[in-house]
């Protein structure tokens, strides 16, 4: 997908990073300051977190603060599946405090530089999505 980013190697996130620091191409835009993370375990927690975040210092610089929106979507029915059902409430409570909204048993069908198209046809506006191939090989020079 063109207009996913992929963070699983340090030049895949420098990339990233340049395309969250270049101001957004049509500044009204709905979803100028909204990004989607595809997945939802550890990894995928913690780019959410950040995101909000980075794009909350992004926005700030124009006055626009209050537009950031942070998406998690993943397959699985709960936030952090492989982290089990010990540690959900404390997850759960973080997420809900950072105001990021969840999309739980969904995957992302469609990205344009606009938008994002989930599974089971909703669509969000969205200027950034990423995704990541979470802990361990990701390609065949990896293994």
Request: hydrophobic share 35%.
């Given at each position: 997908m063109q207009y996913v980013f992929d963070i699983d190697t340090l030049p895949a996130a420098a990339?990233?990073?340049?395309?969250?620091?270049?101001?957004?191409?049509?500044?009204?835009?709905?979803?100028?300051?909204?990004?989607?993370?595809?997945?939802?375990?550890?990894?995928?927690?913690?780019?959410?977190?950040?995101?909000?975040e980075r794009l909350r210092t992004i926005a700030d610089t124009h006055d626009a603060g209050g537009e950031v929106r942070v998406t998690l979507v993943d397959r699985a029915d709960v936030i952090g599946p492989e982290l089990g059902e010990g540690p959900r409430p404390n997850i759960d409570e973080a997420v809900d405090e950072l105001k990021i909204e969840r999309r739980p048993g969904k995957t992302v069908t469609s990205v344009t530089a606009d938008e994002v198209t989930f599974s089971d046809g909703e669509v969000i506006?969205?200027?950034?999505?990423a995704r990541h191939g979470g802990l361990g090989p990701h390609g065949p020079d990896d293994r």
């Open positions: 990339a990233f990073d340049h395309h969250l620091r270049r101001p957004p191409q049509r500044m009204s835009s709905a979803g100028r300051y909204t990004a989607v993370a595809v997945g939802a375990g550890f990894t995928g927690l913690e780019i959410s977190t950040a995101l909000g506006p969205a200027g950034r999505c």
